[in-house]
T-cell receptor, first 105, second 115 residues
Framework: GIQVEQSPPDLILQEGANSTLRCNFSDSVNNLQWFHQNPWGQLINLFYIPSGTKQNGRLSATTVATERYSLLYISSSQTTDSGVYFCAVDDKIIFGKGTRLHILP | GAVVSQHPSWVICKSGTSVKIECRSLDFQATTMFWYRQFPKQSLMLMATSNEGSKATYEQGVEKDKFLINHASLTLSTLTVTSAHPEDSSFYIC???????????FGSGTRLTVV
């Protein structure tokens, strides 16, 4: 089956910093989404982005389908951005292992 | 829009009992729903794909008789953990495809503790 790798696994940043999270996948995909899992476990849908670039406030994402990767950018980080960010692909929504982001005040 | 309501949010049950978890799509029809399990500080693992009006498709290693899935209508899928044991304690979460540019949406999850 398709493999999804996320990097880095952990990231600690000071408030205000920018960050880039990466998702590599082993085969072509029809679907790709980025999620933020909050401390209560709820998965917040950030982007549905099988290709191209999207922006929503301080967050943006780019997927280069031909090279099988996607990037999530977080600018001017806030403490509320802390949590786990997951990339999920394909019709079965296969998840990567996530990036655990911790923003320090 | 595109909300999946999952209940209960948390449940504690005794070993040997069964627990039912419900997922409802509130403002759209979900022909297919997915059930996941998540252990602490780990990723979400797909357990099964639930199809309205037909049998669920289970992933390798998931016991069909332990985790009963029913998808009787276009808005409701249920997961029943039968004869629960402490090792079944986990976070269970469902999802459904909304379609268009929205992709998939998830329920709020159920934290199951078996004592």
């Amino acid at each position: 089956g398709i493999q999804v790798e996320q990097s880095p696994p952990d990231l600690i940043l000071q408030e205000g910093a920018n960050s880039t999270l990466r998702c590599n996948f082993s085969d072509s995909v029809n679907n790709l989404q980025w999620f933020h899992q909050n401390p209560w476990g709820q998965l917040i849908n950030l982007f549905y982005i099988p290709s191209g670039t999207k922006q929503n406030g301080r967050l943006s994402a780019t997927t280069v389908a031909t090279e099988r990767y996607s990037l999530l950018y977080i600018s001017s980080s806030q403490t509320t951005d802390s949590g786990v960010y997951f990339c999920a692909v394909d019709d079965k929504i296969i998840f990567g292992k996530g990036t655990r982001l911790h923003i320090l005040p | 829009g595109a909300v999946v309501s999952q209940h209960p949010s948390w449940v504690i049950c005794k070993s040997g009992t069964s627990v039912k978890i419900e997922c409802r799509s509130l403002d759209f029809q979900a022909t297919t729903m997915f059930w996941y399990r998540q252990f602490p500080k780990q990723s979400l693992m797909l357990m099964a794909t639930s199809n309205e009006g037909s049998k669920a498709t289970y992933e390798q290693g998931v016991e069909k008789d332990k985790f009963l899935i029913n998808h009787a209508s276009l808005t409701l899928s249920t997961l029943t953990v039968t004869s629960a044991h402490p090792e079944d304690s986990s976070f269970y979460i469902c999802s459904a495809r909304v379609g268009g540019s929205y992709g998939y949406t998830f329920g709020s999850g159920t934290r199951l503790t078996v004592v």
